[in-house]
DNA sequence: GGGTGCATGTAATGGGTTACATGATTCT
DNA sequence: AGAATCATGTAACCCATTACATGCACCC
């Protein structure tokens, strides 16, 4: 049996259990939804909906318009749908997240603190964007999805970020305080 | 000029700035230093160390000792220092992180709330966890390299990681409390 | 005429893990 | 005898991004 390493198969499956869609509708669509979590490439894209295609879970159909370029929907056919329930039931594959940031605190004494200073201040900016970013999409999903079932679960992965974004503020907060402290008595200690 | 895309040989002056050290011994301190947010495997280190004596920014001497095998150990150039120096001022490199968690929660409309709920739980135990570990890592930094300058820095990274976990574990409770509000609904409404 | 948007796709390249290969010593 | 630890390393493979290639239509 061959396991699945990658999600990105079923990521897709994902996209079109949302409706009918191209790969350059899928590319569209990823910063208004998952793109916060997420990231799908059209190298990705384009044979992975081909390969879903062949191994039908997907359909193709082919939309002509006189005046612009063909474009190729596919939509997930029954063993799609079903094959999408599978993957949503197995177990999340924890990987260890990168973080360059921390990397470079972690050797923060091998330069002078005002460097790490810097580092911790443009994360506590994105951060700090990234709330009043997440605070829109809430608004907007409130007014536009009410209705929508799947509302609750687009929330709660927004919830997730806002979260994180806000420990990460106040983590950011208590660091920099740290760093200066560390650099008074680096400047005046010696 | 050739960009470097990856912060792999930098993590590998970073760890050699510690001291003097074999891949193999690199391999082990992993995750004893900076395993909770980034890993090297054999395949990079091994190769990363060659390439980074054939830069001259790290020189290898070979150790001898009857009933073992030989060892290569690397140590930092002044050269390398800098390189190292040099890295840790750029601004850190933001990638989108894929957490395959959120994927299955903003898909959990497509399937029982149970199974959106079980994934939650398994995320929660797992940042109680860490948590537990943080803790642990602290105490022990605490006592044993209470006079190391590199310390702070050291905590500062463990410290991210305690914010990072325990909003986590807030986020989890609240959106199992939404879960169950979730599945009830979905028994009792209809 | 030139930029932008629509729309498809592939090839080159990069980055990384895993499994494998080797071989001695020490512990059970 | 067999397993675990020390220690090095490579090859196969997987996954993903980027740059490139194509081409039409529309707007300035």
């Known amino acids: 049996m061959k396991r699945d390493g990658s999600a990105t198969p079923n990521a897709l499956l994902g996209l079109l259990s949302m409706g009918p869609m191209s790969g350059y509708d899928i590319r569209q669509m990823i910063p208004q939804s998952i793109g916060h ?24 159909k082919t939309e002509r318009k006189q005046g612009s370029p063909d474009r190729y929907v596919y939509s997930l056919t029954a063993k799609g749908r079903e094959q999408l329930r599978v993957w949503l039931k197995l177990p ?3 990987e260890v997240p990168r973080n360059e940031l921390l990397l470079k ?20 900016a994105l951060h700090q964007q990234k709330l009043h970013v997440y605070r829109a999409i809430a ?10 079932p799947r509302l609750p679960f687009w929330l709660m992965t927004l919830s997730m970020g806002q979260h994180c974004s806000a420990a990460m503020v ?19 200690g010696k």
């Open 37 to 60: 979590f997420w990231s799908e490439s059209y190298g990705q894209i384009y044979p992975g909906l081909k390969r879903l295609a062949a191994a039908g879970l997907a359909t193709k």
């Open 92 to 94: 999340v594959a924890e």
């Open 105 to 124: 605190l972690f050797f923060g004494a091998q330069t002078s603190p005002s460097v790490s200073r810097e580092h911790v201040r443009a994360y506590l």
């Open 139 to 148: 608004k907007r999903l409130w007014k536009e999805e009410a209705n929508d």
């Open 170 to 188: 106040k983590w950011c907060k208590e660091t920099l305080k740290e760093l200066d402290g560390i650099e008074r008595r680096h400047k005046g």
